[in-house]
């Protein structure tokens, strides 16, 4: 006669469902390569290396060969920082018609 652990659990007698009781597989991963951010920013992977590199783009290093992952989250918390940066220089240094070195029309 089969236990009830065994027709409703698995095998080794745990709870319906408890090895199953993962959470779903994200849509998109949770770890970027250079190359990936890179596209993302539309720039070059040596630039996305250097700001690793410098600290500036927060990132973890997979084994011992250099292997750099940007985690997702951290990319787009970089990016955020760099609009408030730019909203801040744009904020501290207005555009006018001159500093585009448009002729002002006075001469």
Known sequence: MRSQASTDGDRRGTAPGALCDTAPVPDEPRFLTLSDVA?????SSAQVYSL???GDLPSIKIGG???YRVERDKL???IQRLYAETQEFISTHPYTRDAAGEDDGSE
């Open 76 to 78: 787009e918390a970089y």
């Open 52 to 54: 690793v590199r410098s």
């Open 65 to 67: 060969r250099g292997q």
């Open 39 to 43: 596209e993302v920013l539309n720039v």
